[in-house]
């Protein structure tokens, strides 16, 4: 007698076979004829998977039906073949990393200062935060990146990397200014704008998802926004010093998710 499964389980299992065949998240989407998205959400256990789609599952990745929904399901024993060439180029296309878009970041940072104008509390550990969530929410939402920064797990949560060259010529052309503060008792480096960001250069949904970044942390005291951070999923899910995927952000769950999964799958 078959055991019910939880979708969660179903899902962990098509993501065992689906690593073990080499293909991307990418591949299954056109396979499936559905979303990238929607199939991290299969593989987290949040969209069921129809019958139809796993009849087509079966089909193209090579498995029973009656094996994955087995009681005692094991892939390596099941007959499947692992395509260890293909398997090693996915690896490889998920290391390659964004390019940073020195002008789009420059004026998405000068954009959040000058909202965040007169806020004490937006020093330089919050700051890289409102910029670690805008850049993720707008992956997330869009497949497509904003500003392309890269982000490494740090202790104190996500920090863009080998931004320093970029801020540091912002503030010799007199965009920027760094000045040094103390916080409730606390050090704190702080970044003043002199001049306005250059709204031609962002569009309308770009702004919209950094207007709401802003408007749902910006309040934030720096060791509250870091405990946030740290229970954002690309960050848990990311060793110490590596840099954190941005396909991570397709696994979150609610709060941190900002795409409607729902509505997206049901077409409303």
Not at 118 to 133: D, I, P, R, S
Not at 158 to 174: C, E, S
């Amino acid at each position: 007698m078959r055991t019910e499964l939880s979708n969660k389980e179903i899902g962990n299992r098509i993501m065992t076979i689906r690593k073990a065949k080499g293909f991307s998240q990418e591949d299954l989407a056109s396979l499936l004829g559905i979303s990238r998205s929607a199939v991290a959400q299969i593989e987290l256990g949040n969209r069921k998977v129809s019958i139809i789609e796993l009849m087509n599952l079966s089909l193209n990745l090579g498995f029973s039906i009656d094996k994955i929904l087995a009681k005692d399901f094991n892939y390596q024993n099941d007959g499947i073949e692992i395509n260890k060439e293909k398997e090693e180029q996915v690896n490889e296309e998920r290391i390659s990393v964004p390019e940073l878009m020195i002008d789009k970041f420059r004026n998405v940072l000068l954009y959040i200062l000058e909202r965040c104008a007169g806020k004490a509390n937006v020093g330089e550990t919050l700051l890289y935060k409102l910029l670690y969530f805008s850049d993720f929410n707008y992956y997330e939402v869009y497949e497509d990146h904003l500003t392309g920064a890269q982000y490494r797990k740090l202790p104190y949560g996500p920090v863009p990397h080998n931004i320093n060259a970029v801020i540091d010529k912002m503030i010799g052309i007199g965009e920027l200014q760094r000045i040094k503060a103390e916080y409730h008792g606390y050090p704190q480096t702080r970044y003043i704008p002199l001049t306005k960001p250059d709204l031609t250069k962002l569009k309308a949904s770009e702004i919209e998802v950094i207007d709401h970044v802003i408007n749902q942390l910006s309040d934030y005291y720096a060791a509250a926004i870091s405990d946030y951070s740290h229970k954002d999923l690309p960050w848990l899910a990311t060793e110490e010093g590596d840099v954190i995927d941005y396909d991570l952000t397709f696994y979150r769950e609610k709060p941190y998710s900002v795409r409607n999964y729902d509505i997206e799958e049901n077409g409303v």
